[in-house]
């Protein structure tokens, strides 16, 4: 069971991106942002997704 992926809540996931959850909520209205799942009336995020939001984001400088 160590394989699960972990899932987080949209403040866990606000607190780790720096986006507002307001804005999350509006991404999840938009249908675009980070990926999600809906269990009910919570919202979960998959560290994983999380991760590659964030790297999809990443900016390499080039070299002087």
């Known amino acids: 069971m160590q394989n699960l992926p972990k899932y987080l809540t949209e403040r866990e996931v606000s607190e780790l991106t720096r986006i507002g959850m307001k ?22 995020y998959r560290l994983d997704d999380v991760l590659a ?11 002087v």
């Open 53 to 63: 939001f964030m790297e999809s984001g990443r900016v390499e400088p080039e070299a």
């Open 23 to 44: 804005t999350l909520q509006q991404h999840r209205w938009l249908k675009k942002g980070i990926a999600y799942s809906r269990l009910d009336r919570s919202i979960r």
